[in-house]
């Protein structure tokens, strides 16, 4: 079936430290692949997002390259602040666009 | 309003209680969806709607949940006779014609059965 799987948190780094959160999938068909981002006591945002094979998303620093060959979709920010600190979702859309699936989130703590 | 708004933020149920929950998407938005992210998960989903039409309800875990969206705006999420497992938070997102990049996610409700 359809799933993504993403790495366990919690992760802890340093400010100024560089940020990789692994997260591979499966699915049937081809999927758009999308970061979320969930502060706490508030909703999913959207981070960045990618469509087809070898697309790039990226926002604020974050980007994430959609591999095909690898069936990943993994998180990098070169330098991450204090203000990163938040559970970063890793989820699929299949092309008829009703039902995402989620990873299990990975928690980012970076200390000061 | 500008945000997909829910309410109540927070509930607190005794087991056996009923209870709804309320999802006010983006105004014009025809997709609705509902979500349960549990304790440390990831959301899971449990329907989805077109307008006032209920096209997948695949995800809702038993038939004690029970959603509609009568006039294609507003939408409720009944639990009845809540259990424990019924605790987690419950997201509605909304976004206009099924649109993929547009999804907006509510902050959720907190749903607590004691």
């Known amino acids: 079936g359809d799933s993504v799987t993403q790495m366990e948190g919690p992760v802890t780094l340093s400010e100024e430290a560089f940020l990789t959160i692994n997260c591979t999938y499966t699915?049937?068909?081809?999927?758009?692949l999308f970061w979320y981002v969930q502060y706490p006591g508030e909703g999913l945002q959207l981070l960045l997002k990618?469509?087809?094979?070898?697309d790039k998303g990226s926002n604020k620093g974050f980007e994430a390259t959609y591999r095909k060959e690898t069936t990943s979709f993994h998180l990098e920010k070169g330098s991450v602040q204090v203000s990163d600190s938040a559970v970063y979702f890793c989820?699929?859309?299949?092309?008829?666009?009703?039902?995402?699936?989620f990873g299990s989130g990975t928690k980012l703590n970076v200390k000061p | 309003g500008a945000g997909v708004s829910q309410s109540p933020r927070y509930k607190v149920a005794k087991r056996g209680q009923d209870v709804a929950l309320r999802c006010d998407p983006i105004?014009?938005?025809?997709?609705l969806f509902w979500y349960q992210q549990a304790l440390g998960q990831g959301p899971e989903f449990l329907t989805y709607?077109?307008?006032?039409?209920?096209?997948?309800k695949s995800g809702l875990p038993s038939d004690r949940f029970f959603a509609e969206r009568p006039e294609g705006s507003v939408s409720t999420l009944k639990i009845q006779r809540t259990q424990q497992e019924d605790s987690a938070v419950y997201l509605c997102?909304?976004?206009?014609?099924?649109?993929?990049?547009?999804?907006?996610f509510g902050s959720g409700t907190r749903l607590t059965v004691v």
């Open positions: 997102a909304s976004s206009f014609r099924g649109d993929r990049y547009g999804y907006t």
């Open positions: 699915a049937t068909g081809y999927p758009s």
């Open positions: 990618a469509t087809k094979a070898d």
């Open positions: 989820a699929l859309i299949l092309y008829n666009f009703n039902k995402f699936y």
């Open positions: 105004s014009g938005h025809v997709s």
């Open positions: 709607f077109q307008n006032e039409a209920q096209l997948d």
